[in-house]
Nanobody
Framework: QVQVVESGGGLVQAGVSLRLSCQASGSIFTGSTMGWFRQAPGKQREFVAQISDGHTTYYARSVKGRFTISRDNAKNTVYLQMNSLKPEDTAVYYC???????????????WGQGTQVTVSS
């Protein structure tokens, strides 16, 4: 069973906006904290943003003020609105889930293929 499916990536110019979507299985979405991660070539996967079921958000310093994470509980979907994109945002973007009060060392979903975001200068 595919637990998360990311979409919305693409090739864009610096300064523009892009919105990513992550459709999750209800079993891991309901009551859980959802998060976005990214992995650039030659680098480790890094945390980008998270949102709890109660809509509490937290962002990595590198994206704070530019990215907005949101969720639609009726659709089991989490979004990442990315504004003012920079070349350093280029990466494969992944989503995952964790239990409320847990930590990201225990993600609920299998890491998928992600969606590629490429920002040209």
């Amino acid at each position: 069973q595919v637990q998360v499916v990311e979409s919305g990536g693409g090739l864009v110019q610096a300064g523009v906006s892009l919105r990513l979507s992550c459709q999750a299985s209800g079993s891991i979405f309901t009551g859980s904290t959802m998060g976005w991660f990214r992995q650039a070539p030659g680098k480790q996967r890094e945390f980008v943003a998270q949102i709890s079921d109660g809509h509490t958000t937290y962002y990595a310093r590198s994206v704070k003020g530019r990215f907005t994470i949101s969720r639609d509980n009726a659709k089991n979907t989490v979004y990442l609105q990315m504004n003012s994109l920079k070349p350093e945002d280029t990466a494969v973007y992944y989503c995952n889930s964790r239990r409320f009060g847990g930590d990201w060392s225990s993600p609920l979903a299998t890491w998928g293929q992600g969606t590629q975001v490429t920002v040209s200068s």
